[in-house]
Each structure stands twice: as C-alpha cells, then as structure tokens.
C-alpha cells in the first residue's frame, strides 16, 4: 500500500513559541518563531528556522548572533502580534516593551519571557524558503516558573480571540514554516 | 550586566516525542526522538537531531531514508521504552510492533502514533555529538486525531512512574540533545 501525501501528518509535531531577535550595527528586531530546537548538550547547540524575508533574518546573516526569549503560557496575543505582524523595517518592535542588553549586545526581550538565552551562529542549512541556523548557545537565565505557551496552546487561543479585534494580531502565518494554509486557519 | 550561562534556560523549549526509523539493506531499526520539526512547508522539509552512537543514526546514513511516528499522549511508557533504552543491534525492536511498510521500503510505527511520515535527506549538519538531517517529506498519513505526546508530558509521566517497576524504561536520556544531567533527572 503507498502512502499519500498528506500534509495534515506534519501539523502534530509539537512546537514552543519564542521570539528570537537579532542585531547589527545599531539596528535591532525581534520576531515570533516556533522552530526553536536543542541540538545537542554538550556543547549546548540550538537550532531555529527563520524565514529569508524577514528583517531579523538579514540581522543574523550579517550578525551571526541572536536571543530567544521562551514565551510564557499566559503572554497576551497582542504581544505575540507585536513581534509577528509587523516588519522591524519601519518601527523599533521593542519600544515600551521589556527587554535587557545581552552580552553579545542585542536586546532580550525579558517580558513575558519564562527564558532567554543568546547564542552565536555555528553553521546554517539553506532549505528554500527558510534558513535552519545551527548556533552555539553562550548565555542562559531562567526568568519565571510559569509554563512555557506550546505552539498548540497558542493555536487554540488564537481561534478564541475574535477575529475583528482590533488589537488582535498572531504572528505571520504564511512565513511559518509550519505554515497550514488559508484553509486551516479557520479551523484553528 | 552579564548573563551568565544557565542551561536550565534550554528547558522550557517545547518538543513533542517520535519514533524515528530507518533502513538499509534488510536492516532496519527505530528510536525515540524529541528533536522533530518542520522547517519549511514549500517544499515541506523537517529537520531532525540524531545521535551519532545510534543504530538509528548508521543506517540514516547509509540509506538517506527514514520515517517519523509522531506519537500519542496515551502511549505506554514500556513502548516508548522499548524503542529507548535498548540498542537495535542485538534485536528487532519491531517484532510484535504494528507497522507499515512505507514507500522507501522502512518500516513506519503505526501503533500509539497520530501520524506517520516518510522523508529523504536533502542536508545535514555536524554539531558534535548529534547530526542534524535535514529531510523533505515525501509521504504523510494522519492515523487518528488524539493529542500528540509533548516531551513535557512525558517527562511527567515518567516522573509518577515507579523507577522500581521492571517493566519501566524512558529513552536513553544520557543520548538526548536536550539530556539535563543526572541531577534533573531526580527533579522529573
């Protein structure tokens, strides 16, 4: 018997929510991400996929380093909006939001975070559309016992916030790589 | 200020769990893995970390060929335990397993899984003790609409386990990317 291909197999990995951020030359973004991944322990080695369009990506092609910040379960969707909508090109994302200067000088965003951490750039795959980068993680804090927000959790609250809200905005889902189509979106 | 180094920052990234099965040549062999994750969706690519001591891991090299179970959250742990703990070498991890035999010739894990999938290595990437595959999917099954299994859960689960009980065994956690050290280990 052959197996088709269907798509929908993909959608029950399991993902964490996260903003990554990245900085050069003065110029700093941040944006939503859910492809976050340890890669090994020893030395401790992440890896996150990031989409070639966006600005942080530029930042950390011409950087090499970048922040995570690991989103609490209870961080509100206009926050998550903030960092997924909108391009860094044309407004300061971090303005009235929390974040602290890292020692590789870029910001972490401490609010909301259950987490951060930095790392610098190892090695990276291009695989289309996205870039898988490969970096060596070189600082950590632990900044709250809440529960890390799962990529199915914020799925879920998203399809609870109305639609029409104005202040409602989830991260740019067509530049997902775990993308699911115009169709999908309505049933999350 | 500085941040310091905290690997316990590394924590809160969120995984699902996963078989991950390979062959070559008549031999074939399957393990548990957290690290899954999808990294673009046209064409639709995964990414995977494996560790180099692994059968697993021999026969992805050999062949470029695997396939991915995404497992249930009501998995047993004595089946996760199966395709953990013990090496493939000495044995056949999928006698009295249900299976299917995929378009690449592999076995696919059907039994606790909500999905299979099948992908082809397209990169990969050293990162020391582990190789990061980077893999486009070349088929996909939804098996059942059950939650899937989050490494969070699992760690919970094993944690109400009794360590006593015989019939007890997680994945090999010392062989883990995201391994936390024996003293986590107490903790979960």
């Given at each position: 018997m052959t197996i088709e291909m269907d798509q929908k197999a993909l959608w029950s990995c399991s993902y964490g929510l996260y903003i990554v951020a990245s900085c050069h030359e003065g110029k700093a973004n941040g944006q939503v991400a859910n492809t976050v991944f340890q890669v090994s322990a020893e030395p401790p080695r992440i890896a996150v996929a990031i989409n070639k369009e966006?600005?942080?990506?530029e930042l950390i092609e011409k950087s090499g380093v970048l922040s995570i910040s690991v989103l609490a379960v209870d961080t509100p969707m206009k926050f998550i909006g903030r960092f997924g909508f909108r391009t860094g090109r044309d407004l300061d994302?971090?303005?009235g939001v929390e974040t602290m200067e890292g020692n590789q000088g870029c910001p972490c965003v401490t609010e909301n975070a259950v987490s951060i951490f930095e790392a610098k750039v190892f090695d990276s795959v291009d695989v289309g559309t996205h870039t898988v980068y490969v970096a060596d993680v070189t600082s950590g804090k632990v900044l709250s016992d809440k529960e890390p927000m799962t990529y199915a959790t914020y799925h879920?609250?998203?399809?609870?916030?109305?639609?029409?809200?104005p202040t409602y905005q989830g991260p740019t889902p067509e530049k997902a790589p775990t993308y699911r189509g115009p169709e999908s979106e309505k049933k999350d």
């Open positions: 966006n600005y942080t990506h994302k971090f303005e879920q609250m998203k399809g609870r916030a109305p639609a029409s809200a």
